[in-house]
């Protein structure tokens, strides 16, 4: 069950309600409601706990409402959906932002893993949409937004079942795009590059979970560079990210992909590579152009 905390302001017709998943303090959607709010938004925050947003609400006045969301539980989905709802009348636009790493060489990639970042990734986000749009196409406006990834243009090393759940997400908002045009609701599919987020630190608790490898050891420095691949420096802060992001998606008729974002333009080219000089670029980037002297265990 959703735990709702809000102020006592109600929403105005002219301000757009926005849903945010994922607003976990040091993350992208943490930036995105402070955001959406400055713009004018009245903003649904949400994230699994209360207390990982640490008082967002208090950093402006139009974050007027705090849920407890876990987007892999569909009782908790519904609860914060229709809460929101019951407070503010509507959703105009729902921001598809929580989302889970998944570093692993495929060989050995636990099969829970790869189903965890498939239900947070691509599962919630479409069943969020699925609550939502009711009232959306009732009304014939709406926005859905749903936060991608360039790994989902090109698939590298190391993080083929993340790159294949963004890349699972961006074909279904592509088919919901068209789909939803006789009712007046835009997709927007948002492709972060490398941007400065807590993303590391989440992903290296479940990476420290996982058992040794069996064959892949010798390249165990390579797979942990890949997981804080998009902290290095010259990275997009997830201020900037979001400030570029929300003007864009709040315009009357927002793009269908939006890259933002160091390296973001690069790395969406490298799809068009011809496929050797992509794998040629991905092995020398992660050391796969032999096998490392040293032995595994």
Known sequence: ???????????????????????????LGHALALAFAKSGCIVVATARSLASMEDIDKAHPNIQTLL???????????????AALQRHGRIDILVNNAGMHCIAPIAELPLSLLQNAFTTNVFAPIC?????????????????VNIGSVAGYSSGPWAGGYSASKAALHALSDSLRVELTPFGVDV??????????????NAAQVYNGLPKWKFYQPWEQFIKKRMSYSQQAGSTSSEEFAEKTVKEVLRKNPPHYLAVGYLSTKLTLLYYLPVFLRDFVYRRMFGLKEVPSSKSD
């Open 128 to 144: 969020l949409i699925q609550a939502v749009l009711p009232q959306m196409i009732a009304r014939r406006a709406g926005k859905i």
């Open 68 to 82: 407890q969301l876990d987007v892999a539980s569909a009782e908790s989905r519904d609860a914060a959906v229709a």
């Open 1 to 27: 069950m959703a735990v709702l905390s809000s102020s006592s302001r109600g929403s105005s017709e002219q301000q757009e309600v926005v849903l945010i998943t994922g607003c976990t303090k040091g993350g």
């Open 188 to 201: 927007v599919v948002v492709a972060p590059g490398a941007i400065k987020s807590n993303i590391e630190v």
